[in-house]
């Protein structure tokens, strides 16, 4: 039946293609608003033919939330969440620089074009995933909800209640962001955190009386090499320094200077073990009359391998299988929405999205010809969770 569904896929992918290159080519960073409403209300039309109801979560600074979602044939069967993001990285001029377009590369056809990997390939999954299992008779789920959110390019500030709410009212949620090779899915991804440690001092006549001053920045400069010197101490956790600003004129000795930092961490013991080294870190100055203080947190919480997502890793391996395909469930050092999910304890698994390279890159690109087999894993993974979630 699985090969039937590859099948069925592979006669309607120039369908999928047409759909791709239309929400590939609106610029649809996380702050162009008309950009993003125009992909949702697209896809809002295109979920409507398949046979979803939908509904938007209106935004005023970012694009509105698009919630879609499809009764199954089953009352009693899972409920499958599927989550998304319409937004990119890249700004408004970008899709007139360089539209959707096939070419190839090292001999494999791809597609180009600003957020074709990440993740505009991936949201087409999910819609058609659902759709070839509707279209089989083989909808035996109670339901399939899909939330594509328009700000997780900048950790869904927006949109994290909302996922959480419909995460909560399902049984397992599957992340569509881009798969790293055929035979790959996500399991696991760390936290993201950003930390500012800042330095007070004194100031004082640079040039006059600088012996009066306590120099902000030279205290921070210690504080930063301690800092960067906590990376990989703990296992699982990177520290890097990214930000660092000090002084306003170059007669003053500078009172304030602080960095920023990018901290990440593969679980909850690793994540109170880095802060508890910053703080032991700013405890102690070098110069004499300055103080250090660190502040920040994670603002995404580790998604971690786990006993209750295994069941999930072991469904998709299984529709792997059938498809001919060994699945290999990796980590990744980025976080997503599985970040905002599998913490509330909800089953979750990640990287159902197309496969490619160089995400955020202007040569982003997608691999076309195991396309239709992705979306065959999708389905085989959203049919399996139907049937081994029932309910009373």
Known sequence: MQHAIVQRTEQIMQQYFEDLRTIVNVDSGTYTKPG????SAYLRDRFQDFGFSTYFDKQQEFGDHLVATHMGTNPRGGRVLLVGHMDTVFPDGEVERRPFSFAERDGMRIAKGPGVLDMKSGLLIGMYGVRLLMDAGLADYQQVTCIFNSDEEIGSPASKSLIQELARQADAVIVLEPGRAIGTVVSSRKSSGLYRIEVRGVSAHAGVEP???RNAIHELSYQVQAMQALHNTIPGASVCVSVIHGGDRSNVVPDYAYCEMDVRATDMAGIAAIEEEMQRVVSHTTIAGTQASVSGDMRSLPFERSERNAPLVQMVKEAGAELRLEIEDVGSGGASDANNTSPLG?????GL?????????PDEYVELDYLPTRIALLSGLVQRIGKHYQHE
């Open 36 to 39: 993003v409403d125009r992909v």
């Open 211 to 213: 012996e009066k001053g």
């Open 346 to 350: 909800v089953p979750t698994i990640d």
């Open 353 to 361: 999205g197309a496969g490619g390279g160089l995400a955020h890159n």
